[in-house]
């Protein structure tokens, strides 16, 4: 898999912001999260991807990399079960990751092409 040059860069210097500490009473995917911002995106491992994919963290910085792995294995398993990857960034928000989806045709995509407006679903609870 060819090298991103961002892949040397953590998400927080990528965003260009760093985030506080989290509180002493933080959960520990709130830890986690904020723990994984500061590391290189070549680094993280795919769990650590999956987590921040999942939790709509950095999601354009590390979308790449993610993207490059799949492309090699759409199985890349995380600690959940093989493919964890893919469903989470699948189920992402993030509307860079439907560009991404038929860009392999050598074709520019707008990167809302296949974004899908999930506002509604969220405000509408049980």
């Not at 590390?62 to 699948?90: H, K």
């Not at 991404?100 to 049980?126: N, V």
Request: charged share 20%; hydrophobic share 35%.
């Amino acid at each position: 898999m060819p090298a991103n040059p961002s892949d040397q860069q953590s998400v927080e210097q990528i965003e260009g912001e760093a985030w506080p500490e989290p509180a002493s009473d933080a959960t520990y995917v709130v830890r986690r999260i904020h723990q994984l911002r500061r590391v290189p995106v070549g680094e993280l491992s795919i769990e650590d991807l999956r987590i921040m994919v999942s939790q709509s963290v950095g999601t354009v910085a590390v979308l790449p990399r993610v993207l490059d792995l799949l492309e090699e294995n759409p199985l890349s398993a995380g600690d959940f079960y093989p493919g964890d990857l893919l469903v989470a960034t699948a189920a992402s928000p993030c509307p860079l990751v439907g560009s991404r989806r038929t860009a392999g045709q050598g074709t520019a995509h707008s990167p809302a092409s296949g974004y899908r407006d999930r506002s509604a679903e969220r405000s509408s609870g049980p």
